[in-house]
C-alpha cells in the first residue's frame, strides 16, 4: 500500500523576490518534507463497519447446517462495528437411536487503518494467516487437511479434522476468509452421539464453505457493496482511522474466533 505525504511544500512565494528567496524556498520545501515524513497518512479502509453477525446466514442455509438450532446466540463485544459473532447449536435426539449433534459459530474482525499498524488490509491479512495457523495446530486434532478456496473474498482457506472427545468423534470444520479489511471465521462441527452414524466430513465441509460465501457476501452488502470481492471499496468515503480494531486484535487477536477453543469448547 502507498503511504503518501500528509503535505507538500509550497514555493508559490519564490517568484519575483530577489536572490534570498530561493534559499527561503529551499528552506521552506526542506521543513514541509519533514513534516510530511514526521505525519505519514495511509490508505483508508475500504470496509466501515460490520452487519449483524446473526444475520448474515440465510434461513434456508440456517436450516441445512443447525436444524434443530436456527436462533442464534450473540456474542458479546464492546465495539459492534469491529467485532461480533454469533453462535448456533443443533440436537436433534432419536432416543435409543441415538443423536445428531452441529455446532455454528461465526466471527467477524474489521481492522482500520493506521499510521503505526498499516492498512486495515494488511492488518486482516496477518490476522487471516494467524486463524489459518491456529486451527491447524488444535491439540489432538487427527486427519487434519488443509484446502485453500477460490472465489472467496479476498482469499480464503478451510482446515478440517476429527477431534475424539468422551461423547463421540466430533468433525470439525473452519473456514476462514478475508474480505478487504475484514476476517471471517466460520467454525463448523457435527457428531454422531450415543452411537448414532458419524457425519460425512466433505458434506460438512460444503456447507462450511456455502456458509462462509454467505457471510463474506453479508460484510460487503452491509457496505454497500454487491460482489463479495469488494471491487470498488475504496471509493467509499474515508474518516479518520479509529484504531479500535486493532486494540480488540492485540488485546486478544482470537478470543472469539480461535479455532482451538471453539472446537474444544462445544459438544
Known sequence: MLITAACSSDSGDSKGKGGGSSAQASAGGSGASSSASASPSVQAAAYQKLP???????????????????????????????????????????????SQFRWLNVSLLRFDSDSTRGTGEAQAHTYFTRQVKDAEAVGGAKSSKEVPLSGVGSEATAVRYDLQKKEGLFKQQTVVARVENVVVTL??????????????????????????????????????NASASGSGAGSSSSSAPSGSPSKTASASPSSSASPSKSASGKG
Open 52 to 98: 449483524d453477525a446473526c444475520g448474515v446466514l440465510s434461513k434456508n442455509t440456517l436450516s441445512d447446517l443447525v436444524p434443530k438450532g436456527t436462533s442464534g446466540k450473540k456474542g458479546s463485544s464492546d465495539d459492534p462495528s469491529s467485532r461480533a459473532s454469533c453462535s448456533w447449536s443443533s440436537l436433534d435426539n432419536n432416543g435409543v437411536k441415538g
Open 187 to 224: 467454525d463448523y462441527n457435527g457428531a454422531g452421539l450415543a452411537g448414532d452414524q458419524t457425519p460425512d466430513a466433505d458434506e460438512l465441509t460444503q456447507s462450511a464453505e456455502k456458509a462462509v460465501k454467505e457471510a463474506v457476501a453479508a460484510v460487503s452488502a452491509a457496505n454497500g
